[in-house]
C-alpha cells in the first residue's frame, strides 16, 4: 500500500480503536451502574498508547523495521515508521479530543 494511504488509515484507525474503546465501555459502565463520562474519560487516557499498538500493527513488525534501518542502513523505512507512528499517536490524541468534547471536559 502507498505511504500515504497507509498514512491516513493508520490515524483513522488509531483514533477509531479509542473512541470506540470508550463510547463502548461506557455503555458497560451504565450496566454496572458507574459514571459513564468517568469511565470514558478515563478509558481515553489509559487506551491511548493501545491504540497506537493497534493502528500500527503490533509492536513486533515495527521494530524489525526500525532495527533493519538503524543497522543495514535503510534509513527510509526507519523514517517511514517514525511518520506512521506519528500518525497514530495524533489520531489518538484526536480521539481523546472528541471523548473530551463529549463528557463537556474540553471547555
Known amino acids: ?3 500515504e494511504k497507509n ?3 493508520i490515524f483513522f484507525t ?3 480503536v479509542l473512541l470506540g474503546a470508550a463510547l463502548v465501555g461506557s455503555l458497560a459502565a451504565v450496566m454496572v451502574r458507574e ?3 468517568g469511565v470514558m474519560l478515563r478509558l481515553a487516557r489509559e ?3 493501545w491504540a497506537v499498538v ?3 500493527g503490533g509492536t513486533f513488525s515495527t521494530i524489525e523495521i526500525l532495527e533493519s534501518g538503524v543497522f543495514r542502513g535503510e534509513i527510509i523505512a526507519v523514517i517511514k515508521q517514525l511518520f506512521y507512528i506519528g500518525s497514530a499517536m495524533a489520531g489518538t490524541h484526536l480521539g481523546y479530543l472528541i471523548v473530551l468534547a463529549i463528557a463537556g471536559e474540553g471547555k
Do not use: D, E, V
Open 7 to 9: 498514512f491516513i488509515l
Open 1 to 3: 500500500m502507498p505511504f
Open 35 to 37: 459514571p459513564p463520562l
Open 47 to 49: 487506551m491511548k498508547i
Open 14 to 16: 488509531a483514533m477509531g
Open 54 to 56: 493497534a493502528a500500527i
